[in-house]
């Protein structure tokens, strides 16, 4: 018998506030573009008529900027509050559609920028609930949904040219018939491969990264990230120390964070390719789909394949860089998409054009999230962990309440109910923006 009857519970409140962790200060998270980074988010808590039966969501964000994040959470509240859990999820897809296209809001995008960070908050936090009214964490609960309940949650305007509702159902279904107990329990006991993002901070010392890259070795990771983009001398001299420190059969990835013309793009990594460099990442504007395919083409031979997503803003611009081959590797995010409605159908179609999905994480709560999306599609639809990675960064992980567990280099699949996206309380209270303890002892 279930816990709670979806029926009887209603939202009544949706808050909205703005965290901000001061991580510019020891340039973590920096990069080419983004030098001075506070991983901030703007974090939603759904309450319901259900004494304790809270949902939280949380977009990913940088400093200044949340707060208008929060305002359009704000704005888009109003389709949330007052209504019935059973008719949201009852046909989730339908109401995705609802809040993404709401008539006046989505002038504003459509699904893009401001409105659809906020979209994706409000919906990670109706994720969270529903997992949590299930109790399960949220990767069983998708593994549990039939391929029709699965379906229903998903909106296909605009990518059923590469993917029809049909098609994804059928590929759920075929999946289905496959032994998939086997890969539930490796999730649980050796869990999925990560890679680390941590060592390379642009702004980070050589000496910082020498031992940075000591640690995380000795932590079992075969797979580092390093940041380039503003000096090739530099980006020489940095990727040759990785390439001492961590040698020559472990991955090297680098990540430019949008920095160069397509081109100059082409000319950087071909200076760098003597470094065995396995993916550039974003190494021009996010909505360059032609820019990325001419990279790739360029770069194949050299054996670099091109990775972006972590920007990639809905499933549109997903379908078309996947059915162009203009990237190798896709990276999705919990947060820049408008949630899971939006990402599994992005997963469905990088399973059906062949590209492994290595997700964005880090930040605030991605890989809290993530691990759950990433299993998910192990279990269920690509089924293989061959050229599949999650990015794994420890700043942030310990403001949640159930932070992610990594065991030699693997998350290990999470046991608690609901997508591992609630704050501690004393976080809050401590980086709240601008009122937490932490901002007050600042003035
Ligand atoms: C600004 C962020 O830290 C960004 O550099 C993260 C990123 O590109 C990555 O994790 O990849
Ligand atoms: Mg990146």
């Given at each position: 018998?279930?816990?709670?009857?979806?029926?009887?519970?209603?939202?009544?409140?949706?808050?909205?506030?703005?965290?901000?962790?001061?991580?510019?200060?020891?340039?973590?998270?920096?990069?080419?573009?983004?030098?001075?980074?506070?991983?901030?988010?703007?974090?939603?808590?759904?309450?319901?008529?259900?004494?304790?039966?809270?949902?939280?969501?949380?977009?990913?964000?940088?400093?200044?900027?949340?707060?208008?994040?929060?305002?359009?959470?704000?704005?888009?509240?109003?389709?949330?509050?007052?209504?019935?859990?059973?008719?949201?999820?009852?046909?989730?897809?339908?109401?995705?559609?609802?809040?993404?296209?709401?008539?006046?809001?989505?002038?504003?995008?459509?699904?893009?920028?401001?409105?659809?960070?906020?979209?994706?908050?409000?919906?990670?936090?109706?994720?969270?609930?529903?997992?949590?009214?299930?109790?399960?964490?949220?990767?069983?609960?998708?593994?549990?949904?039939?391929?029709?309940?699965?379906?229903?949650?998903?909106?296909?305007?605009?990518?059923?040219?590469?993917?029809?509702?049909?098609?994804?159902?059928?590929?759920?279904?075929?999946?289905?018939?496959?032994?998939?107990?086997?890969?539930?329990?490796?999730?649980?006991?050796?869990?999925?491969?990560a890679?680390?993002?941590?060592?390379?901070?642009?702004?980070?010392?050589?000496?910082?990264?020498?031992?940075?890259?000591?640690?995380?070795?000795?932590?079992?990771?075969?797979?580092?990230?390093?940041?380039?983009?503003?000096?090739?001398?530099?980006?020489?001299?940095?990727?040759?120390?990785?390439?001492?420190?961590?040698?020559?059969?472990?991955?090297?990835?680098?990540?430019?964070?949008?920095?160069?013309?397509?081109?100059?793009?082409?000319?950087?990594?071909?200076?760098?390719?003597?470094?065995?460099?396995?993916?550039?990442?974003?190494?021009?504007?996010?909505?360059?789909?032609?820019?990325?395919?001419?990279?790739?083409?360029?770069?194949?031979?050299?054996?670099?394949?091109?990775?972006?997503?972590?920007?990639?803003?809905?499933?549109?611009?997903?379908?078309?860089?996947?059915?162009?081959?203009?990237?190798?590797?896709?990276?999705?995010?919990?947060?820049?998409?408008?949630?899971?409605?939006?990402?599994?159908?992005?997963?469905?179609?990088?399973?059906?054009?062949?590209?492994?999905?290595?997700?964005?994480a880090?930040?605030?709560?991605?890989s809290e999230m993530v691990q759950?999306?990433?299993?998910?599609?192990?279990?269920?639809?690509?089924?293989?962990?061959?050229?599949?990675?999650i990015?794994f960064?420890d700043?942030?992980t310990?403001?949640f309440?159930h932070p992610i567990r990594i065991?030699?280099?693997?998350y290990i699949?999470p046991?608690?109910?609901?997508?591992s996206?609630?704050?501690?309380?004393?976080?809050?209270?401590?980086?709240?923006?601008?009122?937490?303890?932490?901002?007050?002892?600042?003035?």
């Amino acid at each position: 018998m279930a816990k709670f009857d979806m029926k009887e519970i209603k939202i009544v409140d949706v808050q909205v506030q703005d965290i901000r962790f001061p991580t510019s200060l020891q340039a973590q998270g920096s990069d080419a573009m983004h030098k001075d980074p506070d991983y901030s988010c703007a974090y939603v808590s759904i309450i319901t008529s259900q004494k304790d039966l809270i949902g939280y969501g949380l977009t990913f964000t940088l400093g200044r900027g949340t707060e208008i994040v929060c305002v359009a959470v704000e704005a888009l509240s109003f389709l949330f509050k007052d209504q019935r859990l059973h008719n949201i999820y009852s046909n989730f897809g339908q109401f995705w559609d609802r809040v993404t296209n709401e008539s006046q809001l989505r002038w504003l995008g459509p699904s893009k920028g401001v409105t659809h960070l906020a979209v994706a908050a409000l919906m990670n936090a109706l994720w969270d609930l529903w997992a949590k009214i299930e109790e399960k964490p949220l990767w069983r609960l998708l593994v549990d949904m039939s391929p029709e309940q699965l379906v229903s949650t998903m909106d296909f305007r605009y990518i059923s040219d590469v993917l029809t509702k049909e098609e994804a159902l059928e590929i759920l279904k075929q999946q289905r018939e496959n032994d998939i107990e086997t890969k539930i329990e490796r999730m649980k006991t050796r869990g999925y491969p990560a890679y680390t993002t941590a060592t390379g901070w642009i702004g980070y010392s050589d000496d910082k990264v020498r031992e940075l890259c000591a640690k995380y070795l000795t932590l079992g990771f075969t797979a580092f990230k390093i940041k380039v983009g503003i000096n090739l001398e530099d980006d020489k001299r940095r990727c040759k120390l990785m390439r001492d420190m961590i040698g020559q059969d472990n991955l090297l990835m680098v990540d430019s964070n949008q920095r160069w013309d397509v081109e100059e793009a082409i000319r950087w990594m071909q200076g760098l390719a003597e470094f065995n460099i396995y993916w550039i990442e974003e190494p021009t504007s996010p909505d360059d789909i032609l820019g990325h395919r001419a990279i790739s083409e360029a770069l194949e031979p050299l054996g670099i394949k091109v990775a972006s997503g972590e920007v990639c803003c809905n499933k549109v611009m997903f379908k078309q860089f996947l059915a162009s081959e203009a990237i190798q590797v896709a990276q999705i995010d919990s947060c820049r998409l408008g949630s899971i409605n939006e990402i599994l159908p992005v997963y469905l179609m990088a399973y059906k054009l062949k590209v492994p999905v290595c997700p964005h994480a880090g930040g605030v709560g991605l890989s809290e999230m993530v691990q759950h999306l990433q299993l998910f599609d192990y279990i269920c639809v690509s089924q293989t962990l061959h050229h599949r990675l999650i990015e794994f960064v420890d700043q942030e992980t310990t403001h949640f309440v159930h932070p992610i567990r990594i065991e030699n280099a693997h998350y290990i699949a999470p046991t608690e109910s609901g997508y591992s996206t609630e704050l501690k309380k004393d976080s809050i209270e401590e980086f709240k923006y601008p009122n937490g303890n932490w901002y007050k002892q600042m003035k």
